[in-house]
T-cell receptor, first 112, second 115 residues
Framework: EDKVVQSPLSLVVHEGDTVTLNCSYEVTNFRSLLWYKQEKKAPTFLFMLTSSGIEKKSGRLSSILDKKELFSILNITATQTGDSAVYLCAVRAGGGADGLTFGKGTHLIIQP | NAGVTQTPKFQVLKTGQSMTLQCAQDMNHEYMSWYRQDPGMGLRLIHYSVGAGITDQGEVPNGYNVSRSTTEDFPLRLLSAAPSQTSVYFC??????????????FGSGTRLTVV
């Protein structure tokens, strides 16, 4: 059975701090790993990673995948209160028809 | 470009009632899927479809039916609602084998309460 584990489950930091969110996975026939941000509504897409060692970057957010050790990290630098959200990690496996397996998410709270 | 549209946004059902959650996308995506999100459980796949006329079960399919008669629409039917089906339901669509970096697009969700 495919499994995605995120840590920590919750995190409270102060504005300006840098945070690192973790995602480890065990899946058959890995295809891609995706990160989403969810703020009380639908998840919004952040990154999709398919290759090890290639950092994806968007503003203050970045992510990298290690396919040998089966994990990914999501970094957020210079955090702002608007970064408060649940961050979801999901893995797509198999032939592309099996949907996404999600972790339980990391609930990030940025205090002013 | 509306993306993925889900209706209704909120629904209250009595135990035993049936209903259909609607999902439509206008991006010509081959792949569509339904998830439910429960506190502490993350999102779990209910059913998915890789194209018109083709559907398959996900992780938690019991109590739900789907059909895909067109590329655009993927309705989810609750046959006889139970309190355990109280949840937030998300529809998502994607290219099956899309361009690099392209993720799934989610609808805004349907909050369903079964009493």
């Amino acid at each position: 059975e495919d499994k995605v584990v995120q840590s920590p489950l919750s995190l409270v930091v102060h504005e300006g701090d840098t945070v690192t969110l973790n995602c480890s996975y065990e899946v058959t026939n890995f295809r891609s790993l995706l990160w989403y941000k969810q703020e009380k509504k639908a998840p919004t897409f952040l990154f999709m990673l398919t290759s090890s060692g290639i950092e994806k970057k968007s503003g203050r957010l970045s992510s990298i995948l290690d396919k040998k050790e089966l994990f990914s990290i999501l970094n957020i630098t210079a955090t702002q209160t608007g970064d408060s959200a649940v961050y979801l990690c999901a893995v797509r496996a198999g032939g592309g028809a099996d949907g996404l397996t999600f972790g339980k998410g990391t609930h990030l709270i940025i205090q002013p | 470009n509306a993306g993925v549209t889900q209706t209704p946004k909120f629904q209250v059902l009595k135990t035993g009632q049936s209903m259909t959650l609607q999902c439509a996308q206008d991006m010509n995506h081959e792949y569509m899927s339904w998830y439910r999100q429960d506190p502490g459980m993350g999102l779990r796949l209910i059913h998915y479809s890789v194209g018109a006329g083709i559907t398959d079960q996900g992780e938690v399919p019991n109590g739900y039916n789907v059909s895909r008669s067109t590329t655009e629409d993927f309705p989810l039917r609750l046959l006889s609602a139970a309190p355990s089906q109280t949840s937030v339901y998300f529809c998502a669509s994607s290219w099956d084998r899309g361009p690099p970096g392209y993720g799934y697009t989610f609808g805004s969700g349907t909050r369903l309460t079964v009493v």
